[in-house]
T-cell receptor, first 114, second 113 residues
Framework: DAKTTQPTSMDCAEGRAANLPCNHSTISGNEYVYWYRQIHSQGPQYIIHGLKNNETNEMASLIITEDRKSSTLILPHATLRDTAVYYCIVRVVGASGGSYIPTFGRGTSLIVHP | ETGVTQSPTHLIKTRGQQVTLRCSSQ?????VSWYQQALGQGPQFIFQYYREEENGRGNFPPRFSGLQFPNYSSELNVNALELDDSALYLCASSAQTGNYGYTFGSGTRLTVV
């Protein structure tokens, strides 16, 4: 079972910020939050990850609450090409050897409209 | 830097047959995972290989098996195909000691008739 819960679908106007929430209330102290997105018929694409601090890269920002039980992925200026299914997963990363296998839920289907 | 490549892109097989799917991992990655994605669902983890050994397995029967080669490429083999095996099969590679996530291939679309 997925360790995260996300809304099934959301929509956003082109040019506006898209804020995608994720609940991971059972997250452990050594689990990172990862976000991926999957555009129709392609493999999932890595977006961003974080442990407890907010993170930003060229694609998105990740806001993690202080208790780490939820997070929000922010696409600051959504475009039509951001229409995709967005997955939030938690994953332990080991310094060596095995790493915890990420479990995907159904994700959030984001539709960006003109 | 090359990404993850999978072959073939599409495949049609008959129930009861066997199939082999192939994956070349991204340069510098030593871990390969395989996922099955049915229509409308998220990817479901099948198994993972690290340094040619299986080091994690999801809830899939033994007729799903795999290999990882010294160059870190990998194969997924499925025996006695069933209609429900029809899905998109995704391969993902990662650098075990890093935390930059998985790089996925575009998948192989398998149809069992």
């Amino acid at each position: 079972d997925a360790k995260t819960t996300q809304p099934t679908s959301m929509d956003c106007a082109e040019g506006r910020a898209a804020n995608l929430p994720c609940n991971h209330s059972t997250i452990s102290g050594n689990e990172y939050v990862y976000w991926y997105r999957q555009i129709h018929s392609q493999g999932p694409q890595y977006i961003i990850h974080g442990l407890k601090n907010n993170e930003t890269n060229e694609m998105a920002s990740l806001i993690i609450t202080e208790d780490r039980k939820s997070s929000t992925l922010i696409l600051p200026h959504a475009t039509l090409r951001d229409t995709a299914v967005y997955y939030c997963i938690v994953r332990v990363v080991g310094a060596s050897g095995g790493s915890y296998i990420p479990t995907f839920g159904r994700g959030t289907s984001l539709i960006v409209h003109p | 830097e090359t990404g993850v490549t999978q072959s073939p892109t599409h495949l049609i097989k008959t129930r009861g047959q066997q199939v082999t799917l192939r994956c070349s991992s991204q340069s510098g990655h030593n871990t390969v995972s395989w996922y099955q994605q049915a229509l409308g669902q998220g990817p479901q983890f099948i198994f993972q290989y690290y340094r040619e050994e299986e080091n994690g397995r999801g809830n899939f029967p033994p007729r799903f098996s795999g290999l990882q080669f010294p160059n870190y490429s990998s194969e997924l083999n499925v025996n006695a195909l069933e209609l429900d095996d029809s899905a998109l099969y995704l391969c993902a590679s990662s650098a075990q000691t890093g935390n930059y996530g998985y790089t996925f291939g575009s998948g192989t679309r398998l149809t069992v008739v």
